[in-house]
Structure formats: structure tokens, C-alpha cells
């Protein structure tokens, strides 16, 4: 049985792109209860308990390890590990930017890895205590949409919500591809929505089913079941798994972007890209900057 775990990280941030994650996991018998305590052992859970901004040495080092199970090698930088990860290559996320200039903020910094002192012999350790509970990661992919994307989507009329579900649809058909099979998914709450099928684009016939408080649960044609649900990357193994992994991947672009600026102005702030006072600094900072490069305002900022 394949059970799919799918998270979101970067939803509400100023900066940076936003990003979900599904991991795939096989078990015999899908025991929420058992696995959440193997994951509380291990410390896979969710991303905002076990690896928050400065904190990311834990769960860096099992994307580098789950990045070498997809790829056949370490990454060595950034942009490898995109390129494993990823549902989406290379050339297609770049495909958004609209001069090579304004590319250079997300792109241009090669980002050795491993970035927060992750360690992927801690990562491959952590895979076999897996492994060894009954777990088989069997896929893990990311997708991410930038500021670019959302504020194009935002200008037509869509919102982040729209956004980041059109990610967990088109992840949860890779899934269901590479299964060759039907899953059942479990998706962290996105932006406390509780009715999901109108929002739906990829999901076609999809038909809710009856379901407790603080899940909406769906019969999805072609992919299988898939539910979202209340704290579900606390709740369940491989939610908290996207979740840990997926933050590595936001954290990542944030220190690329970053790195670009402060690599042209030494006195910029470290920014997580959150909606915090060092953030606010290093937007008014960066701003005579990216006028005289110039960057395209709408590649930097979100603006919803």
C-alpha cells in the first residue's frame, strides 16, 4: 500500500517561492498511531517543530540522502538537488524569469551543499531506521511555484490558495504514475479551507465522501483517495516527512536569493522571508539595489 504524504511550506511569507512536497511511502498496513510515534523517535514530523529558520542540519540531511535515492548521487549544490527532487526540471523552473538579470537573484548563486550542516550519512541512517520500522520511501517530488508565478496567477484573478493546491494536484498525479496504481493521500489543510472541489483543476470527477470534523475527504478518478486534513504534519509520518523536506527546498531559494543581494551589499540583514522586522530591513535595503540592476519588482515581492 502506498500512502502519500503532501505539505505545503511558504504559503504566507513576503519573500521566496512556495513549495509542496509529497512523499510516498509503502507499508503493509497503514498504522497512523505507531508510525506518528516511529516518526516522533526520529524526529520527522512537521517542518515547524523540527526545522525551523537556523535549524535545518536534521532535515537537510535526509533531502541530501532521499535527493541521492532519486538521482544516484549526492547533490553537490543546489541546483543538483532541485534537479532530483523536483517534478519540474531545471529549465522549466527557470522558464518564468523574464531578462537573465532578474534571473540572476534565484539563480546566480551556486549554493554549495551541504548549506545548514546537514549530514547525508545522518539522512541515509535515517532511511534505514525507516526502513527497519516497516517504511519504505518509495518517492518523494517537490513543486514549487516563485513570487513571479503567484503574482501572475494573483493578477488573473487566482489566489495563493489556487496556487499551492494546483501543486498538491499535479504532485499527487506523479505519484499516482510513477505507483501505476491507485493512492490515498493525506494533504496538510491548505490556507483553512474546508470545501476543496471547486478549486480543483486537474481533478476531474472528483466527489467528496463523508468525513469527520477537520477532514474533507474526496474519490479522485485516476488517483485515488485523497483526503486533507487538521494538522495532518503532526498527525501522520509522511506528511511530516513532505513537510521536513519541502522546507529544506524553501530554505534553500531564500539563501540563494539572499546570498545574491547581500553578495552585492555585505550589510543587508540574513532574511528568512517571513513577515518579520529583519525581512522589512532587508526589503527597504535591497530596494535602491534592485532598482539599478534593475530586477523586476514582480519577480522579488509577492504582492497578495
Known amino acids: 500500500m502506498w500512502i502519500v504524504g503532501v505539505d505545503e511550506n511558504g504559503l504566507g ?7 509542496a512536497t509529497a512523499a510516498a511511502i509503502e507499508v503493509k498496513r497503514y498504522d497512523r498511531e ?6 516522533a523517535e526520529l524526529r520527522i514530523g512537521d517542518s515547524k517543530q523540527t526545522s525551523g529558520f537556523g535549524r535545518m542540519r536534521h532535515a537537510e540531511g535526509l533531502a541530501l540522502a532521499l535527493a541521492e535515492r532519486a538521482s544516484g548521487a549526492v547533490p553537490r549544490h543546489a541546483d543538483e538537488l532541485l534537479a532530483a ?17 532578474t534571473a540572476r537573484q534565484c539563480w546566480q548563486e551556486p549554493l554549495p551543499l551541504p548549506a545548514f550542516g546537514g ?3 545522518e539522512g541515509r541512517a ?10 519504505k520511501v518509495r518517492r518523494l517530488r517537490t513543486a514549487l511555484a516563485c513570487a513571479g508565478r503567484i503574482n501572475e496567477a494573483l493578477a488573473a484573478g487566482r489566489s495563493k490558495l489556487q496556487v499551492d493546491l494546483e501543486l498538491f494536484e499535479r504532485l499527487l498525479l506523479d505519484v499516482r504514475a510513477a505507483a501505476r496504481g491507485d493512492v490515498e493521500a493525506i494533504c496538510g489543510m491548505v490556507g483553512g479551507v474546508r470545501k476543496y472541489g471547486r478549486y480543483f483543476r486537474h481533478f476531474e470527477g472528483a466527489e467528496a465522501r463523508e468525513s469527520p470534523k477537520g477532514v474533507c475527504a474526496y474519490a479522485v478518478p485516476a488517483v485515488g483517495a485523497v483526503r486533507f486534513e487538521v494538522k ?9 516527512l513532505a513537510s521536513m523536506v519541502g522546507k529544506v527546498v524553501r530554505e534553500l531559494g531564500m539563501a540563494r536569493l539572499v546570498g545574491f543581494y547581500r553578495g552585492q551589499d555585505p550589510e543587508l540583514p540574513v532574511a ?3 513577515h518579520d522586522p529583519v525581512t522589512k530591513r532587508f526589503v527597504a535595503g535591497s530596494e535602491t539595489l534592485r532598482r539599478s540592476l534593475p530586477i523586476a519588482d514582480a519577480c522579488f515581492e509577492r504582492r497578495g
Open 13 to 19: 511569507p513576503r519573500l521566496g517561492p512556495l513549495v
Open 34 to 39: 505507531a508510525l506518528e510515534a516511529l516518526g
Open 85 to 101: 527532487l523536483s517534478i519540474d526540471g531545471l529549465l522549466a523552473l527557470r522558464a518564468p524569469c523574464p531578462d537573465g538579470i
Open 119 to 121: 549530514d547525508v550519512e
Open 126 to 135: 535515517l532511511l534505514a531506521a525507516l526502513e527497519k520500522g516497516g517504511v
Open 232 to 240: 495532518a504534519d503532526d498527525r501522520h509520518l509522511p506528511v511530516g
Open 272 to 274: 528568512s522571508g517571513y
